[in-house]
């Protein structure tokens, strides 16, 4: 589905096991343009909807076998690995990548490569 059709995105989601860094990436978010930001501890809590970005927690090789991020990607919705590659040669068109810790100006940059907000 084409992001430009099916109608404007100001959701980001953030999968973060620690409630700190959970709610640093949402008022970051916030500042940069997001809608609304949803926090979360586990994938399991969210209903994927077209959302602008997600910032997962995890590697990018772990975090494509879960059925969440497949059904962001189909949706055209960047998803941002926490963890780095997790040892993949390349990642998948629709993936990005922000090792942890991360910076402000970090997210900043990434959210201006893929330009959701």
Excluded: Y
């Excluded at 059709?5 to 989601?13: H, K, L, M, T």
């Excluded at 916030?30 to 997962?56: C, H, K, N, P, W």
């Excluded at 998948?92 to 959701?116: A, Y």
């Amino acid at each position: 589905m084409d992001r430009l059709i099916d109608g404007p995105r100001s959701r980001a989601v953030v999968c973060h096991g620690n409630p700190l860094v959970g709610e640093d990436l949402r008022q970051l978010l916030l500042s940069e343009g997001a809608g609304e930001v949803l926090v979360i501890r586990s994938l399991d809590e969210v209903q994927i909807e077209s959302d602008a970005i997600a910032f997962v927690e995890g590697s990018a090789k772990l975090l494509l076998q879960a059925v969440q991020i497949q059904g962001w990607l189909r949706r055209g919705t960047p998803v941002v690995a926490m963890n780095g590659c997790g040892g993949m040669a390349s990642v998948p068109r629709g993936v990005h990548l922000l090792k942890q810790p991360f910076r402000s100006e970090d997210v900043q940059n990434l959210l201006t490569q893929v330009k959701v907000f």
